[in-house]
């Protein structure tokens, strides 16, 4: 009902506010009835003039996190990945007192707390009903004669959702009349006192990071609320799933309290995503294994190694490899073997890269996933470390300069 409300809405506003208007509807296959509904968006969009888009995504009947939520996910991922410059969402009042209720029984802090905005920008999200209880949806749907389906698993109270929807609610609306819309507009207080903790966390980054690093020395230095705030404004930054409070107090005090030559590494999600902290740096990390792998570049602006880095060739004068003069048309590039060493200043001795690449306080994890670049047999380039000093372009002459992009985590 609601989305129906939401779409007959928009189609009457589409001329006037001059927007291109296209519906999407994600066939989830949970229900017996799935195909059905898909048919009736196909014949309503067909009967409002609006181009539908129907996509199917598969729901795992186990799922740790459950079947709702990952349904949810599924549909989002979906959403998200529209080619639009916003997506409308038919959340309404009814639903933002739910939430808030839903992450109440969580022990949500204060981000679970704030529910869902009317404009999430981030996310390029609308949800123009917002502050629109349900009945008054109902009202207008029946004002309109507008025909809509019905979930029949709204009605299955073992969902959290609709038990607070069926017996929770109803059950607080007898004493405290109006305590949806009271509910609704705690929920946007609390998202006001988010968008605080946001702005704090953002002066304090300021402060405390160093190459979208967290410095340990910095965050030592705040509160310890202060500095849980920040490193989960930096998670949260990052797409990683918030651990629960107690897990994040633990990850905190491991990060400040460990030994200067520590090395810390905590999980911190799926895939192998973890938390490690190297001197007084903290770093996030996607643990891959690693594969001996040997390629060769011909002239591409770019080359993708098998760990999702990147490197990356730019053309310029005086700072990298002297290429034209030369004549390097190839390059191999391969991973670390061990005992390699490397002669980046012409003043001095060859030296280990071992070494080399502790001077340069590169993590050990880093270090192992580093590609070589190499010029007939001799190592010609090391990211991050400098050019072999009897291959450097000197000053104004054609260079070849390389860096290392390393995966996303």
């Known amino acids: 009902m609601d989305s129906v409300v939401l779409l007959t809405l928009l189609v009457t506003l589409r001329q006037t506010l001059g927007f291109e208007l296209k519906a999407m509807h994600v066939h ?24 539908l888009q129907i996509v199917r995504v598969t729901i795992p009947r186990k799922s740790a996190a459950g079947t709702e939520a990952t349904a949810r996910a599924a549909r989002y991922q979906a959403l998200l990945g529209a080619p639009a410059d916003f997506v409308v969402l038919a959340h309404h009042q009814d639903d933002q007192a739910e939430t808030l209720l839903l992450q109440l029984t969580r022990g949500a802090g204060v981000r679970g707390l704030s529910a869902m905005a009317k404009v999430d920008r981030r996310r390029r999200l609308l949800r123009p009903l917002l502050e629109v209880g349900r009945d008054e949806i109902r009202a207008y749907a029946s004002q309109h004669g507008l025909q809509w389906v019905e979930d029949e698993s709204n009605q299955d109270v073992r969902y959290d959702r609709n038990h607070i929807r069926q017996h929770t609610l109803p059950a607080l609306e007898t004493r405290f009349p109006g305590v949806r819309k009271v509910i609704a507009r705690s929920a946007s207080h609390i998202a006001e006192a988010s968008e605080l903790l946001n702005d704090l966390a953002l002066l304090d980054a300021q402060r405390c990071m160093r190459h979208q690093q967290l410095v340990v020395s910095e965050l030592r230095s705040l509160s310890e609320a202060r500095a849980r705030n920040l490193l989960r404004w930096w998670l949260a930054g990052q797409d990683i799933v918030l651990p629960s409070t107690a897990r994040l107090q633990e990850m905190l005090q491991q990060l400040l309290d460990a030994r200067p030559d520590a090395q810390v590494k905590m999980a911190i999600g799926p895939q192998g995503t973890c938390l490690r ?15 001996p792998f040997s390629l060769t570049w011909k002239g591409e602006d770019t080359l993708k190694l098998p760990d999702g880095s990147i490197l990356r060739f730019l053309l310029g004068y005086g700072h990298g490899l002297a290429y034209q003069r030369l004549g390097i048309d190839r390059l191999r590039v391969a991973q670390r073997s061990g005992g390699e060493r490397f002669k980046p200043d012409l003043g001095r001795p060859s030296r280990t890269l071992k070494h080399l690449l502790q001077e340069a306080n590169m993590p050990p994890w880093q270090r192992q996933r580093l590609p070589l670049i190499y010029h007939e047999d001799s190592l010609a380039l090391v990211p991050g470390i400098g050019v072999a000093a009897d291959l450097q372009a000197a000053e104004h002459e054609p260079a070849l300069d390389i860096t290392w992009q390393q995966a996303p985590d």
């Open 28 to 51: 989830h296959g949970l229900s017996p009835h799935a195909d059905t509904w898909t048919d009736f968006c196909m014949t309503l969009c067909r009967s409002l003039d609006v181009e």
């Open 277 to 291: 902290r190297y001197q007084d740096m903290v770093y996030l990390d996607q643990e891959q294994p690693i594969e």
